[in-house]
Structures are given as structure tokens and as C-alpha cells.
């Protein structure tokens, strides 16, 4: 089985596979790999380890060493110009009237290259200005549009929890999120509450979906008849984080029953029909 080694290059980006060429790698330490992009520096965020040939998608790239301390303060130099960097671009952006914003800037660690994130309502032709930068940075230029999930991803900030955003800080990779997994879990269908500062559904909608869903599949429904300690009722709501239910009895009061104490209707009359039958005889 082949050996990998699994990499980040930012703290909450993709892991990505590379052959670590027998090197000893522990997690957390700084490499250089070699890239479709050319040369990186990431760490390591999965130990080297054997897997199947099926977990691969792709021939391996190498680990071209262990990061020396002259290419992370390399890699710190060019990371110090990236504002600057942002700056000049916007006004060549201005310059040229294109109609983007633009989110951040990213020198790869030697400098040989210079990425540039922009957002855009439909496709820019940024052919002039790319030559324009050429010129200005003499490093080759990359203009790469991304869509609003991937630029609070590089901003960052504080979500309506009040925690930093979950994409900038752990998720490696978004997952899909639906107006569905709302209404699993009885959330106001509001955007203002169910969307984050992308403006997009919230990714947390998803955290806990399938516990809501299966819990849901063992509580009675909304309007389904019911028994509890406190009488006969019809379900007017439920209350997954309790595990209680909301049943309004016939005298028109409504209580929290815990789900355990809840008896269904059906099975409730198949028990008391069995128990009344009288065994036949043998005689």
C-alpha cells in the first residue's frame, strides 16, 4: 500500500495528499511540496500513514524536504508585502474600471508567484489588467474569482453566535447546506435568522441535522392523537432538545410530556384489545 502524508496550507483549508518520500513527519511541522502551482510551504496535518490505492484521486506530488528556518522567514518576508500588494491592485483596478472587489492577496513562499481573490457579480476580462501587474510586481500574476462563502472564509469575523466563523477557523471543505435541514430542526424560516455573513444558509445547519431527523422518526407527529399521565391529547409541537412533547389534552390545556411517558394511540387500543380477549379453552 503507498505511504502519504496529509497537508494544509492554511489553518482551516483542504488536506491535501503528497508522498513523503520516507521522510520523519510529525504533525504540525512546516514542509515544502511540490504543487500544480509550484513549490509551497504547509504543515502537516496527517502523519504519514499507509492507505488503500482507492483513497488516492491522483498520482502523488512529493515533500521536497522538511522547511528550512530561512524559507519560513522567506515565507514571513513576502507574507509582510501582501497588503501592499492589495493595495496597488485595487488601484489598478480602478484604473481599468473592472467591475470586481477585491478580497485578498497571496504570494506563494518564494515570491515566484502572486495570487490575487476577487469577487464579481458575472465573468471579468482581466487580460489588461494582469499584464498591468506583471509590470508593476515583476512575479508572475494570478487573478482567481471565488464565490461569498469563500471570501468570509479568507476575511474571517464573528458569526451570530458570536464565535469566529466556522469556515475560517476548522472546516476544511464546505458541505452542503438546504432550506430543508431548517425545517428539520423548527427554525424559523427567517434569512435573517438562518443565513450567515456570506448571506448564505449557515454551514452549522448541518452539525446536527441527522440527530434531529432520527429523533423525529420515534416522536409522534404534530396532530397525531396521544395517551399521557395526565390524560388523552393531540400533539401541537415537540421539543427535540428536551426530548419532550407538546400535547393539548381535551380540557384545552397544553403540557410538556417527556417523550417516554407518551403512549400512541394505536398501540395503546392494540394492548388493551389483546389483554381483554379471553383465552380460548383446550377442552
Avoid: W
Avoid at 489553518?11 to 491535501?16: D, E, F, K
Avoid at 447546506?177 to 448564505?200: E, F, H
Avoid at 403540557?255 to 388493551?272: F, G, Y
Wanted: with cysteine; hydrophobic share 35%; net charge neutral.
Amino acid at each position: 500500500m503507498p505511504e502519504i502524508v496529509g497537508v494544509r496550507f492554511k489553518r482551516a483549508g483542504r488536506i491535501y495528499y503528497f508522498d513523503p518520500t520516507g521522510l520523519d513527519l510529525e504533525i504540525d511541522e512546516k514542509v515544502v511540496v511540490e504543487t500544480a502551482r509550484g513549490s509551497e510551504i504547509g504543515f502537516v496535518a496527517i502523519a504519514p500513514k499507509q492507505v488503500v490505492d482507492s483513497e488516492i484521486p491522483e498520482p502523488l506530488r512529493p515533500v521536497t524536504r522538511k522547511a528550512t528556518t530561512e524559507d519560513i522567514r522567506q515565507l514571513e518576508v513576502f507574507k509582510s508585502k501582501e497588503a501592499e500588494a492589495l493595495r496597488k491592485c485595487g488601484e489598478k483596478v480602478a484604473e481599468h474600471g473592472l467591475p470586481m472587489k477585491l478580497v485578498g492577496a497571496e504570494y506563494n513562499f518564494d515570491g515566484s508567484r502572486l495570487t490575487f481573490y476577487f469577487t464579481a457579480d458575472g465573468r471579468v476580462d482581466f487580460r489588461d489588467l494582469v499584464k498591468d501587474l506583471g509590470a508593476t510586481f515583476r512575479t508572475r500574476i494570478e487573478l482567481r474569482q471565488i464565490g461569498v462563502r469563500d471570501e468570509a472564509k479568507i476575511r474571517g469575523g464573528l458569526g451570530p453566535c458570536g464565535r469566529h466563523l466556522c469556515c475560517a477557523s476548522f472546516l476544511g471543505e464546505f458541505s452542503p447546506v438546504s432550506i430543508r435541514m431548517a425545517k428539520d430542526q423548527d427554525l424559523p424560516l427567517n434569512p435573517m435568522k438562518i443565513s450567515g455573513v456570506c448571506g448564505r444558509l449557515l454551514c452549522c445547519l448541518s452539525y446536527e441535522n441527522e440527530t434531529y431527523c432520527t429523533a423525529k422518526l420515534r416522536m409522534p407527529r404534530t396532530g397525531e392523537e396521544v395517551l399521557t399521565p395526565h390524560g388523552h391529547g393531540k400533539v401541537v409541537g415537540t421539543n427535540i432538545i428536551k426530548d419532550a412533547v407538546l400535547v393539548e389534552l381535551e380540557s384545552k390545556s397544553t403540557v410538556e410530556v417527556p417523550a417516554c411517558e407518551i403512549k400512541r394511540i394505536k398501540h395503546a387500543e392494540h394492548t388493551s384489545q389483546t389483554s381483554t380477549e379471553k383465552p380460548q379453552s383446550n377442552n
